[in-house]
């Protein structure tokens, strides 16, 4: 199997120069931690931009950070055209993907043939809330195929939430569904002794709710470097029985989400969503539906 460069060689190259843009025949160079990123627009067949990182809250959640850009397939504009968003510019590691759903008349006044829902609004993950710098690749294009143009990259606002983790997976054990996941509160003092509290939802609706306190030396080996004696039981394993999703078991999908608290702010934190079908059987993932992550910016 070809490699991600080996497939994209004809319209990509990485260039050892200073920090610069510049615009010329159809040529974009976008700086990058001290590398020039090249892609040819005559070539590409998804075109777009990377706009904004900002910063968003309101009184309950935690700070979050929100990318916002836009994106189409310039050849045919009712091709469905998905972004993907990567820790590399190799594209290889992959943080997340969407499908742009939101009006840009804005790009729609420049790009008369762009599709009518071409912007993204796209919330990173809490395990980017840690203080350091982080930096972001986003390509478009066929997901099928696995053919991506590099739209641009931007470095994410500085958030320090406290409180950073994951929602891993569902497992399940004795006839019950476990919530399985990491937490913790880069705040506190005593970080190695720390209990997160969390909270497990269902379309919204609180239904179970544990502590971080499992083992979890892969989270110890990720943070050791960045947070002194940080420990690892950070692990959370939330049971959530049948009965408790009675209200749920339609043989639909629903949202799960998990929160973790930090309790010397009282904010909650989102660690996490999944998107299972819920049986009576049971919390089941089957592959990766792409429904998108809302934000209530109704406090903000």
Do not use: C
């Not at 935690?62 to 050849?75: E, H």
């Not at 979890?216 to 690892?232: L, T």
Request: glycine residues 8%; negative net charge; charged residues 20%.
């Amino acid at each position: 199997m070809k490699s991600f460069f080996q497939r994209s060689y004809a319209k990509y190259a990485m260039i050892l120069l200073g920090a610069f843009v510049s615009i010329g025949l159809g040529f974009i160079m976008v700086s990058a931690a001290g590398a020039s990123i090249g892609y040819n627009q005559q070539t590409a067949e998804s075109i777009g931009s990377v706009d904004t990182a900002v910063i968003a809250s309101n009184t309950i959640t935690a700070q979050r950070v929100r990318v916002s850009g836009w994106t189409f397939n310039k050849n045919n504009k009712q091709k469905t055209t998905t972004v993907r968003i990567t820790n590399d510019f190799a594209g290889m590691d992959v943080v997340d993907t969407l499908v742009p759903d939101i009006s840009r008349l804005d790009v729609l006044q420049a790009y008369p043939n762009a599709s009518e829902k071409s912007g993204f609004h796209w919330y990173a993950p809490s395990r980017y809330y840690d203080g350091l710098d982080h930096t972001l690749y986003f390509f478009a294009g066929d997901a099928d195929a696995d053919s991506w143009d590099f739209i641009g990259s931007i470095m994410l606002p500085k958030v320090d939430s406290g409180v950073v983790g994951s929602l891993d997976l569902i497992d399940h054990a004795n006839g019950n569904n476990l919530i399985v996941g990491w937490a913790m509160d880069l705040d506190d003092l005593w970080v190695e002794h720390s209990q997160v509290p969390v909270a497990v939802y269902v379309d919204g609706d609180f239904v179970s709710s544990g502590v971080a306190s499992i083992s979890r030396p892969d989270v110890e080996a990720a943070y050791k470097s960045k947070v002194a004696n940080v420990g690892s039981n950070h692990g959370y394993r939330v049971v959530v029985t049948q009965d408790q999703l009675v209200d749920y078991r339609d043989g639909e999908t629903h949202r799960l989400e998990v929160f973790a608290l930090e309790v010397s702010e009282g904010t909650i934190q989102s660690v996490g969503v999944l998107w299972p079908t819920i049986t009576e059987a049971g919390m089941m993932i089957y592959g990766n539906p792409q429904i998108f992550d809302e934000f209530d910016e109704s406090g903000l």
